[in-house]
């Protein structure tokens, strides 16, 4: 964690504008290097915000993976402060008044969601939804359900829904192969791909028809029609499912040995249709 909390990293901090903008021009409160993280912490590009994203452990990168891929997420701020929380006279306790403030410096402390997400309903409208992401042995402490229901009073009167995820809510293998995707999302590095595209989608697409086949061999005949370096099939695949043009179970693992007819694999058309994965927690 931040080795010191007091009014010098604060302001530091605001100085910084971190926690403040939105899409491409928001910065997190807290960044990877400012904290020694239990887990993996990964910097990652987004494409929904086309900023760089700040995940402090394995289970926030997997949940990202999900807004990532969800086409009613339009913006994604991870590491969310809530900058007024002392102004927003939060009805507290005298247990809980205890949590507001840091026990040696007494500085005031700043609270953070994971995620603060913005979505659109069928109408247009966008909401808010603000989500911490926790392992669930860390709800068996004292302190952090403390400070997790002074988070929920603050969002409860800011009308805004409030939710606590685990690894159980989570569908790792899910969010793996979205993230497996998603690396692809970007071709510009593949002349020999976005030269031909038209006709490489094209042809991927008749081959897709043939449900007996594998991904292997279907790979292998592209690249082998279009004189493509190995690998390059499998690239433009994952290019097409991050681009929804191409849907197919995400919730299996993948074996390129394997017959497309166990994972559904269908084309969607140049728009992606109506394929995503929803995020419900």
């Known amino acids: 964690m ?7 990293t604060i302001n530091r901090f605001l100085k910084e504008k971190r926690g403040q903008g939105i899409g491409k021009d928001y910065k997190p409160w807290l960044l990877v290097q400012d904290i020694a993280s239990k887990g993996r912490s990964t910097r990652i590009f987004g494409h929904t915000t086309q900023r760089v994203h700040h995940m402090l452990s394995d289970l926030q ?11 009613n997420v339009t ?27 840091d026990s040696k410096t007494q500085v005031p402390h700043i609270f953070t969601v994971s995620f603060l997400v913005t979505r659109k309903r069928e109408n247009g409208e966008h909401y808010y939804q603000a989500r ?19 988070q929920r009073r603050y969002f409860e009167k800011k009308g805004i829904d409030f939710g606590i995820v685990t690894e ?21 590095d593949y002349p020999s791909l976005t030269l031909n595209l038209p006709h490489l989608k094209r042809d991927m697409v008749q081959y897709l028809t043939n449900k007996s086949d594998t991904f292997q061999g279907i790979f292998s ?31 299996k693992k993948i074996y390129m040995t394997n017959k497309i007819e166990n994972y559904h694999v269908e084309f969607t058309g140049e728009n992606g249709g109506d394929v995503g994965y929803a995020v419900g927690n």
């Not at 931040?2 to 010098?8: A, D, G, K, L």
């Not at 911490?132 to 002074?150: D, F, G, P, Y």
């Open 2 to 8: 931040i080795r010191e909390w007091n009014e010098t």
């Open 61 to 71: 990168l997997y949940y990202f993976y999900l807004l990532e891929f969800d086409d």
């Open 75 to 101: 913006d994604i701020r991870e590491q969310y402060p809530l900058l007024d929380f002392h102004d927003m006279n939060v009805q507290v306790d005298e247990e809980l008044t205890k949590k507001l403030f």
């Open 132 to 150: 911490i992401i926790k392992q669930s042995q860390e709800l068996e402490k004292n302190a952090t359900l403390q400070r997790l229901e002074l």
């Open 168 to 188: 159980k809510e989570i569908n790792k293998q899910l969010a793996r192969n979205i993230g497996w995707a998603l690396n692809s999302y970007d071709i510009q």
């Open 221 to 251: 005949r592209l690249e082998k029609e279009y004189s493509l370096d190995k690998g390059l099939g499998l690239i433009l695949f994952k290019h097409l499912i991050a681009k929804k043009e191409v849907s197919m179970d995400l919730s």
